[in-house]
């Protein structure tokens, strides 16, 4: 992903491609739901293909605005949004607005300069080429945030096959919370940064402007402009520390075991629910995941159901309730001090380490387990606190 410099003309240009493709996806969208309460059948991906010559001559604009292949992958885009609702693997497609984040996609005839990125139509466009990459350009997709700054996304096909995956390592569980952020089965605490938080005085005040200003008017404009770059800045600093502290995780060991949390589900408290989202849970567990398959580690899911926290994982005897309060509880069985979240973690690493010594891939309440060089230097995620001393982890070739 790279930063796109475009010239006035430039963006007057995206502006208008944007326009199109977004204007053809909310037509394919309204036809297909159209067409399905008609006849109870939905629209294939070439039915909407096929729909692009009579649009645009009906639509001049249509044929000048956007580059034609640029119109084929909003079909492609749509029928494939289709599949992962029917899989459940996301929501309902929705229509897109004109005041959130727009994009257009190229598929061909695109070339990667070392200052500069060759588009269909429109030419160059200046860019920040800071990283370099090899294989075959697939497709290229410019978009356009919110805050008024533009993005290229480059599909390359490297050609590099998939690494295979071993269990010989170190293993370790993952327990996440919103005091401390992860808790680690060797004792490492990684605290909570609140980035909403951190901003929320920013924010408050240029949503507070925003509020002031008359409605249709340049100012609004351009306060929301400033509130959208706040945003901006909170989504961008909540991603660095994820990709640090995910990295640094996935480098240092062979299994990860993390708790399958309900996240939508939480989110329905409202007391949390802000707390919840700004940590960012399920992007963490994203990252971790396609990171750990890319170098040939193994990610593990363990059921939400799994009392990792009511389970002394020295003498495993289960206390009946624990209330949330309660971040340290001494074992009536074997009389140790446990500390809450780390003995949670110790728990769901167990628990992975078993069902993958066992071969399976269901967890104890039935649930599904997803399976599955140089440390990075972690600035924003260091320790702050060590409740057990460190170990090198549970051996899988152990037994």
Aim: hydrophobic share 30%.
């Amino acid at each position: 992903k790279f930063r796109l410099y475009p010239t006035t003309e430039q963006q007057q240009y995206f502006a208008g491609a944007f326009g199109c493709s977004r204007w053809f996806w909310n037509y394919s969208l309204n036809l297909c739901q159209e067409t399905y309460k008609a006849t109870g059948k939905g629209l294939s991906r070439g039915a909407i293909q096929g729909l692009l010559p009579q649009l645009k001559s009906e639509y001049p604009w249509l044929k000048k605005g956007a580059y034609s292949q640029s119109l084929q992958v909003v079909a492609l885009n749509l029928s494939v949004a289709y599949q992962n609702f029917f899989e459940k693997k996301a929501g309902f497609p929705s229509f897109k607005s004109k005041h959130g984040r727009q994009s257009v996609s190229y598929p061909q005839n695109v070339k990667v300069g070392e200052k500069s990125i060759k588009l269909p139509i429109i030419g160059e466009v200046n860019c920040k080429i800071h990283r370099t990459f090899d294989g075959t350009v697939k497709t290229v997709t410019v978009s356009k945030n919110p805050d008024g700054k533009y993005f290229a996304s480059i599909l390359v096909d490297d050609g590099i096959p998939s690494v295979e995956t071993t269990q010989k390592g170190k293993a370790i569980g993952l327990d996440v919370g919103l005091i401390d952020f992860c808790v680690t089965s060797d004792g490492s605490k990684y605290v909570n940064p609140q980035h909403l938080k951190r901003h929320s005085r920013n924010l408050k005040r240029k949503q507070q402007k925003l509020s002031r200003q008359q409605k249709g008017s340049n100012t609004r404009h351009k306060a929301r402009r400033l509130v959208a770059k706040v945003h901006s800045r909170i989504k961008r600093v909540r991603e660095d520390f994820l990709h640090k502290l995910s990295r640094k995780i996935v480098n240092e060991n062979q299994v990860i075991a993390v708790e399958n949390l309900n996240v939508k589900g939480m989110v329905r408290n409202h007391c949390i629910a802000k707390s919840i989202s700004d940590a960012g849970w399920g992007m963490f567990g994203t990252m971790l995941k396609y990171k750990a398959e890319k170098e040939g580690k193994i990610y593990v899911e363990v059921d939400r159901f799994f009392p990792s926290s009511k389970t002394c994982n020295n003498c495993l005897h289960k206390v009946s309730e624990m209330s949330l309060d309660v971040r340290h509880w001494d074992c009536p069985s074997c009389k140790s001090r446990n500390d809450r979240d780390v003995n949670a973690a110790k728990n769901i690493r167990d628990e992975a380490l078993r069902f993958l010594a066992l071969g399976i891939s269901a967890t104890a309440s039935g649930g599904n387990v997803s399976r599955g060089g140089k440390i990075s230097v972690l600035s924003d995620a260091v320790p702050c606190e060590s409740g057990s001393p460190r170990h090198s982890g549970t051996p899988l070739d152990g037994g």
